[in-house]
C-alpha cells in the first residue's frame, strides 16, 4: 500500500464455490483445492519472510523478490508478457537515477485474445528501519500471492478476455511501476478492459472485512450485468470468516495523516483510473499493522485471507463472463442498426 496515500494454527479447509443464486448466472465453480490453500500462504510466507528484507525499491531484496516471481511464473508455465517477464523504468531525482521492474505475464484469452483484464499487486515494501525488517506481509506480499495462485488457475483453464498478471514495483513510491506500465503500453491502451487491483487482503488477526471499490463497471456491463454482480456480492456481506464491504474507513485518531484519504488514488487502480480504464480494488483499510515491523506472516488473518482469495476469484470469473456477454449483445446490436441503414 502506497506510504503518500494509504491503501487499502492455519486452518487449511477445502473450499470449493457455488454457483451464483441466480437464475441466468452460471457455475462459478473453481479449483480451490486444499494442495493450492498451501501454495498460496506458502507464496506469501516466503515473499514475506526476512530473507527478502522487506522487498526495498531498487535494493538486492528487491531483485530477489523479482527472481521468486519469474521462477514461479516459470514453473506454472504461465508466459512471460511480450517475451519478457520483467519490463525496467527509471526513478531518477536530482542525486541519483534507481531502476525498478514491473513483473509481467500473461494468459491469452479464448474469445477476446487481443483485449485484456489486468491484474495487478504490487509487491514492493518499505525495506528495513533501525535495524527492523518492514516484512509486508499483508501489504503486499498478501495480493502477491494470490496473484500467482490466480496466475496458476487461469492458466489451467484461461478466461474469455486475455489477462495481464502485473506485479507492480515503486507501489510505496507515488505508484511508479503503475505509471510505467501505462506509459510502456500506451499503443495496448485501448484494448484494455478492466484493472482487478489486490493491495493489502489478508488483514490483521482482528480483520473481518474485505472492502472494495469500483469505477466505471456500467461502462462494461448491463443494467442485468450490474445487478447480478451486486447479487453475487451481496451474498458476501455478511459471511462469517469475510464480509465484503464496499467502501473504507479512514484512521482515527488525533494528528493522523489518513483521516482524508483519497481512496481512488490510493493504490495503482488509481493510475488506471486516470488513463480512462474501469476498476475495481480489493483491500482490507487501515489496522494496527499497517507500515510496522509487526505486519508479518504471524500476524494475518489467515483463515480470512483464503476466503478473501475465494471471493475475489469468484468475481473475476464473473466479470469476464458478464463484460463478454455484453460485448456480444452490443455487437449484434450494431450489425442489426447497420443492417437497416
Not at 499483508?138 to 496458476?152: R, W
Not at 498478471?165 to 507501489?171: C, K, P, Q, S, V
Not at 489486490?198 to 480483520?207: H, Y
Not at 447479487?231 to 485518531?253: E, M, Y
Amino acid at each position: 500500500m502506497s506510504f503518500i496515500s494509504f491503501k487499502v494454527s492455519v486452518l487449511f479447509t477445502f473450499v470449493i464455490f457455488t454457483s451464483i443464486a441466480c437464475s441466468k448466472a452460471e457455475n462459478l465453480e473453481a479449483p480451490f483445492i486444499k494442495s493450492d490453500n498451501i501454495d498460496v500462504l506458502r507464496h506469501l510466507k516466503v515473499l514475506s519472510s526476512d530473507k527478502f528484507a522487506g522487498r526495498k525499491f531498487a535494493s538486492p531484496a528487491s531483485l530477489q523478490s523479482q527472481s521468486y516471481l519469474v521462477d514461479t511464473l516459470k514453473e506454472l508455465a504461465v508466459p512471460a508478457f511480450k517475451n519478457s517477464y520483467r519490463h525496467s523504468f527509471k526513478k531518477t531525482d536530482i542525486f541519483q537515477t534507481k531502476q525498478g521492474t514491473n513483473i509481467i505475464a500473461y494468459v491469452p484469452g479464448t474469445d477476446h485474445a487481443d483485449e485484456y483484464i489486468i491484474l495487478s499487486a504490487h509487491y514492493d515494501h518499505l525495506g528495513a528501519k533501525r535495524g527492523k525488517v518492514f516484512n509486508g506481509a499483508d501489504d503486499n506480499a498478501s495480493g502477491t500471492a494470490a496473484l500467482l495462485h490466480y496466475a496458476k488457475l487461469i492458466k489451467q483453464q484461461p478466461l474469455k478476455y486475455s489477462v495481464i498478471f502485473l506485479f507492480t514495483d515503486g507501489e510505496e513510491i507515488n505508484l511508479l511501476g503503475a505509471k510505467a506500465f501505462i506509459a510502456q503500453q500506451d499503443k495496448l491502451r485501448k484494448q484494455f478492459k478492466l484493472n482487478i487491483n489486490l493491495d493489502m487482503i489478508a488483514g490483521s488477526k482482528q480483520t473481518k472485512k474485505l472492502r472494495f471499490i469500483s469505477r466505471d463497471l456500467e461502462k462494461l456491463l448491463s443494467e442485468e450485468g450490474i445487478e447480478r454482480f451486486n447479487h453475487l456480492q451481496a451474498q458476501f456481506k455478511n459471511d462469517s470468516t469475510v464480509r465484503l464491504t464496499p467502501g473504507f474507513r479512514n484512521a482515527s485518531g488525533a494528528g493522523s495523516s489518513l483521516k482524508r484519504t483519497n481512496w481512488r488514488m490510493a493504490s495503482d487502480h488509481g493510475i488506471f483510473s486516470r488513463a480512462g480504464l474501469p476498476f475495481i480494488y480489493f483491500g482490507v483499510g487501515p489496522h494496527r499493522n499497517y507500515h510496522t515491523e509487526f505486519d508479518d506472516y504471524e500476524h494475518i488473518n489467515h483463515s480470512f485471507y483464503l476466503a478473501a482469495t475465494t471471493i475475489i476469484f469468484k468475481q473475476i470469473i464473473y466479470l469476464d463472463k458478464a463484460i463478454s456477454e455484453n460485448s456480444y449483445k452490443l455487437s449484434a446490436k450494431e450489425k442489426n442498426k447497420e443492417a437497416h441503414l
